[in-house]
């Protein structure tokens, strides 16, 4: 656990340095966790991301954004988890080269609506799809450390069992906090038994989370939502919410890019 008082000799987000990799863990079958330890650390908030260059030996370059998935709290280290995209340029580089002790080039941390700090309280409505559920474990990580109270819904909608990102973490948010519920929408593939959604995310299923959540909360407060993931599984969400009368206000958004 570090400080997180803003160093005012910390670079800025734009100016770009380097991060060495003391650690990859595997997550999915398709997805990794780097652990970064940044030259320059700055202060972050959970929900933003870092942006990442490679540069070929014949001088191209590749760009990309990845959200970091560690709290704030440990302060110059940050977790990207990056999902293989199979004809993708930059996450199979991560998946099949990166390994501890490589330096990569880095620069942020960057991202403004789509965060969140505890003096925004809650309760929080938290939409994740697929590797959309990268910034909300930072928020849930964050909110677990420096607001435990306030109540959290974590809806998590993957295409099946082995597609679920952080399931050590969730299973045990879920289980240790009275305060945080993680539901599941296994979309394309269900275990034996399963009890979860088996759909993907409507209005129905957005009006039950909801109420869950309000009356874990035992009050009306109207509950912040932050819905992130592919484009289509965003503007899904944000719709669905929309239709059953939630405030366009109290809704943040996080496009990860093409509909899954
Ligand atoms: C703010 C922000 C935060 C992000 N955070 C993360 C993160 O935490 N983890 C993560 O894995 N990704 C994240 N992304 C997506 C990431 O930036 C890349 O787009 C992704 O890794 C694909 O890059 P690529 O070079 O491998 O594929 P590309 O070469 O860019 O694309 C190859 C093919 O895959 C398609 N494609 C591109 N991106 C996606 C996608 N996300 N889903 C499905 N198909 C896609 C393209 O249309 C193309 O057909 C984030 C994006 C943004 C804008």
């Known amino acids: 656990m570090g400080r997180l008082v803003p160093d005012p000799t910390a670079a800025p987000a734009t100016t770009w340095q380097s991060a060495t990799v003391e650690r990859v863990a595997v997550e ?5 966790t780097f652990t970064l330890r940044l030259a ?17 030996p014949d001088g191209y370059q590749a760009q990309r954004s990845y959200s970091i998935a560690s709290a704030p709290d440990d302060f110059g280290r940050i977790d990207l988890t990056v999902e293989l995209i199979p004809d993708g340029e930059v996450s199979p580089y991560f998946h099949e080269v990166v390994e501890p002790g490589d330096l990569l080039e880095v620069r942020g941390p960057i991202g403004g609506p789509f965060t969140w700090t505890p003096d925004l309280a809650g309760p929080l409505l938290l939409l994740a799809g697929g590797s959309g559920i990268v910034p909300l474990k930072s928020i849930l990580m964050h909110r677990g450390l420096a607001s435990p109270d306030t109540p959290a819904l974590l809806l998590y909608s993957a295409r099946g069992p ?16 009275p305060s945080v519920a993680v539901r599941c929408a296994l979309t394309r593939r269900q275990p034996p038994g399963w009890i979860g959604y088996d759909r993907r995310v409507d209005p129905a299923m957005l009006r039950e989370c909801i109420d ?10 109207v509950p912040l939502s932050y819905a992130c993931g592919p484009t289509g599984f965003v503007e899904a969400a944000a719709d669905a919410l929309l239709s059953i009368g939630v405030d366009e206000a109290t809704i943040r958004t996080e496009r990860f890019g093409p509909t899954q």
């Open 162 to 177: 082995e597609d679920i990102i952080y399931r050590k973490f969730l299973d045990s948010a879920g289980r240790r906090n």
């Open 28 to 32: 999915t079958y398709r997805a990794k």
């Open 212 to 221: 869950e959540l309000m009356t874990m909360h035992g009050n009306d407060s």
């Open 40 to 56: 320059e650390p700055s202060p972050f908030r959970a929900g933003q991301h870092y942006d990442v260059r490679l540069t070929a």
